[in-house]
């Protein structure tokens, strides 16, 4: 319910994993929500222009459209590398993101990256160590499935 109303209905797993619209995706916790715009898709996967970054999502939505997407902050892969390991499956590589900010939040670190969109990814602080991510400024990339984004319309 947002502003005494019912926006969305649903299973618990329908609302958490595919919110209808920026509002209720922000409500239930996604971090990174952002605006866009298709520039090209092939009718199942496509291009989003958000920012200074170009992002795929799986949507039939068409090019030219406006969308709202988003994406949890456990979907996405930190790394130092250009490719990360999997690179087979992934077609998001967002490349020489530059970290913004570091939040130690209990076990876990809050990194927001810079790569064209501030991108929030969760990860543990061991791993971050693993990483040597300890300060602003630090060059990683962020890497994610296309099916991990979200697509609305706006």
């Not at 949890?72 to 590398?81: A, F, G, I, P, S």
């Not at 990256?113 to 543990?124: F, R, T």
Request: aromatic share 8%; charged share 25%.
């Amino acid at each position: 319910m947002m502003d005494g109303r019912i926006v969305q209905s649903g299973t618990p797993k329908e609302i958490f994993t595919l919110p209808e619209n920026e509002g209720v995706a922000r409500f239930i916790g996604f971090e990174n929500v952002f605006a866009g715009k298709i520039s090209h898709t092939d009718g199942r996967t496509a291009v989003i222009q958000s920012g200074r970054a170009d992002v795929y999502g799986e949507t039939t939505l068409p090019s030219g459209a406006p969308v709202a997407w988003c994406i949890r902050t456990e979907d996405m892969h930190l790394h130092r590398k250009e490719r990360y390991e999997d690179a087979s499956k992934v077609r998001n590589h967002l490349r020489g993101g530059t970290v913004a900010k570091i939040t130690l939040v209990g076990p876990k670190q809050h990194v927001i990256v810079d790569c064209g969109i501030p991108l929030e990814v969760v990860v543990g602080w061991r791993f971050a160590d693993r990483l040597k991510v300890k300060r602003g400024g630090d060059q990683v990339w962020v890497s994610f499935h296309p099916e991990a984004v979200h697509v609305m319309p706006r």
